[in-house]
């Protein structure tokens, strides 16, 4: 297994724990995803979205697309613990949160923000300026978790985008400014 990007080194509590080496069993690195990954990957964004994960082919040409905007959580067991992925448009400085997951029993441990925070320094890094993203509204977690770090809803109506994403499939929409 590679270690190439490392990033940051995590302990299993999602504790800072250096630099160093290449991602050992109890550890988890944060790096960029590599082509590798992406059955991994798959596997991974399969048990945490189950009927909404994005298709094999969706995935893989994401990856092809935006790949510099693509950090996982290698457990360095050959298991990735989560993952987050940034999509920016093509002339503009917009970037949008394309997905966002830690493994069920990894969360609360602070692995979610770190991937948030390390993806919106990368963006913010290569001059994007405003981020946004589409969230359940009754995903509680995930809605703390970004207003915490600054995220608002678009108006109108508090962000509120009703049949979204079809038939019933609200979304709120929300927006962080980088600049
Ligand atoms: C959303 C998600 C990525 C958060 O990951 P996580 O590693 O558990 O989050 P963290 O431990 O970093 O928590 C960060 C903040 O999120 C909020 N939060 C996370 N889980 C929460 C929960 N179960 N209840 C309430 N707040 C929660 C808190 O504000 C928390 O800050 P705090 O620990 O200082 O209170 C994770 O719950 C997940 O993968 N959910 C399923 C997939 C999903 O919904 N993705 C988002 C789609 S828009």
Same mark, same amino acid.
């Given at each position: 297994m590679t270690a190439e990007p490392l990033e940051r080194t995590l302990d299993r509590h999602g504790r800072l724990a250096g630099p160093e080496g290449f991602p050992e069993p109890g550890r988890l690195v944060l790096r960029g995803a590599l082509e590798s990954d992406l059955p991994e990957l798959r596997r991974l964004d399969e048990e945490v979205f189950q009927e909404v994960a994005y298709p094999a082919f969706l995935l893989r040409q994401l990856y092809d697309v935006y790949a510099q905007h693509f950090l996982v959580l290698d457990d /360095?067991? /050959?298991?990735?613990?989560g993952y987050v992925l940034a999509a920016t448009t093509a002339f503009g400085r917009d970037s949008w949160i394309l997905g966002l997951c830690v493994t069920e029993g990894d969360r609360r441990h602070g692995l979610g923000r770190e991937l948030m925070t390390e993806i919106l320094a990368r963006l913010r890094q290569d001059g994007i300026d405003t981020v946004r993203l589409t969230v359940e509204p009754a995903n509680r977690a995930a809605i703390l978790l970004y207003r915490s770090l600054g995220f608002t809803p678009e108006e109108p109506d508090g962000g509120l985008r009703r049949?979204?994403?079809?038939? /019933?499939?609200h979304r709120q929409v929300l927006r962080l400014e980088l600049c």
């Amino acid at each position: 297994m590679t270690a190439e990007p490392l990033e940051r080194t995590l302990d299993r509590h999602g504790r800072l724990a250096g630099p160093e080496g290449f991602p050992e069993p109890g550890r988890l690195v944060l790096r960029g995803a590599l082509e590798s990954d992406l059955p991994e990957l798959r596997r991974l964004d399969e048990e945490v979205f189950q009927e909404v994960a994005y298709p094999a082919f969706l995935l893989r040409q994401l990856y092809d697309v935006y790949a510099q905007h693509f950090l996982v959580l290698d457990d /360095g067991a /050959g298991g990735l613990r989560g993952y987050v992925l940034a999509a920016t448009t093509a002339f503009g400085r917009d970037s949008w949160i394309l997905g966002l997951c830690v493994t069920e029993g990894d969360r609360r441990h602070g692995l979610g923000r770190e991937l948030m925070t390390e993806i919106l320094a990368r963006l913010r890094q290569d001059g994007i300026d405003t981020v946004r993203l589409t969230v359940e509204p009754a995903n509680r977690a995930a809605i703390l978790l970004y207003r915490s770090l600054g995220f608002t809803p678009e108006e109108p109506d508090g962000g509120l985008r009703r049949d979204y994403f079809g038939p /019933g499939e609200h979304r709120q929409v929300l927006r962080l400014e980088l600049c």
